[in-house]
């Protein structure tokens, strides 16, 4: 790499005077000045970060840690926001990747606070619940789709009661009384939120819900986590009276579901509504016909996080946001 001596001897002037360019001193002359910028330019040289900010001209720095998020096409969204907000606002957006590693975690938070970070956001790619060690007393932290046990740090996550209870409640007032539920793992944050929404949105149709109808639609097959969805779908659709509608944990069991369906000779809306949950749009978009299902609000998670990130008033009121994604009616539902 270049150094200052380099672009002083590129441009023949002094250090100091090159010094004197990158800090705008006002006593150089135009002409000067456009030399050292030529030098620069050819030399490749670019000014330290570190040295501009001890000199108070920092550009602002913000930092992403994510777990597995640049490996998820899905989640990615998360990133865009943050970088759309951090564009707007001239800020540089700086990512490290833990892969979930806690080690990993911690050398990326020291890697950025020697970038002299304003602030560190993490994300994960699914809701869930993390424990952090490090402080951050002079640095803000901003979690993104993820939460403590006790709340110490701006947090943003995505409402899932709610998604689920829109979800329902359209399909009710589609005329649907009778709705089976696949769920995720019992165990993820986001599962029983999602059935309390499906169990709120019956109740307030005063309608009652089947227990038999929420049914754990993946399993911990390696291979196949739908491995067992063909046999509770026969089960399903084998009942004296078939629900009129399946609410699917994501959009990845909607389509298996898709296909289990029509394979038993079933018509989707026809016979059956099938809707989703994501909004993973290669397939809710793709799918014949195309998919109902629930967005995760990622981009504007991302976008609030930002803003957090760079506005300090912002950082000092410690609590949880919940987002709603977006309900997007298409055409695998029908009303009956």
């Known amino acids: 790499m270049s150094s200052i001596k380099d672009v002083a001897a590129k441009a023949g002037v002094s250090v100091k005077t090159v010094s004197r360019v990158l800090s705008n001193y006002d006593g150089v002359s135009a002409k000067t000045r456009l030399k050292v910028n030529k030098a620069m ?11 501009q900010a001890l000199r108070g001209q920092e550009k602002g720095i913000v930092c992403l840690i994510t777990e597995n998020l640049t490996t998820t096409p899905d989640s990615f969204d998360i990133i865009a926001g943050i970088q759309h907000e951090c564009e707007k606002h001239g800020k540089l957006l700086m990512i490290g990747e833990s892969g979930g590693n ?13 970038q002299r970070a304003e602030a560190i956001i993490f994300a994960t790619v699914s809701h869930k619940e993390v424990s952090i060690k490090e402080s951050f007393n002079k640095c803000p932290l901003i979690l993104v789709n993820c939460y403590e046990s006790i709340l110490r740090h701006p947090t943003i996550l995505p409402d ?13 007032k589609s005329g649907h009384k009778k709705i089976a539920y696949l769920t995720l793992f019992e165990e993820m944050t986001a599962t029983p939120l999602r059935v309390k929404g499906f169990r709120k949105a019956h109740q307030e149709a005063g ?6 109808l929420i049914v754990v639609g993946v399993c911990e097959n390696p291979d196949d986590e739908f491995a067992n969805l063909q046999g509770i779908l026969k089960d399903i659709m084998s009942m004296p ?48 016909p195309k998919l109902t299902t629930v967005s995760l609000p990622y981009f504007d998670m991302g976008q609030i996080a930002a803003q957090i990130a760079i506005d300090k008033a912002l950082q000092i009121n410690t609590k949880i946001q919940e987002i709603s994604g977006q309900l997007l009616l298409r055409d695998s539902h029908r009303a009956i």
Do not use: H, Q
């Open 41 to 51: 330019e050819e030399l490749e040289f670019y000014p330290s970060a570190a040295a």
């Open 102 to 114: 806690v080690k990993s975690f911690s050398r990326l938070v020291d890697d950025f606070r020697r």
């Open 160 to 172: 899932d009661y709610l998604g689920a209870f829109n979800l329902t409640n359209e399909l009710i």
């Open 207 to 212: 309608l009652s819900v089947e227990d038999e």
């Open 241 to 288: 009276e078939r629900p009129t509608a399946i609410c699917c944990g994501n959009d990845k069991m909607a389509m298996r579901v898709f296909m289990l369906i029509r394979k038993m000779g079933y018509k989707i809306p026809e016979t059956i509504s099938v809707v989703g949950y994501d909004n993973y749009k290669l397939i809710a978009e793709n799918l014949v």
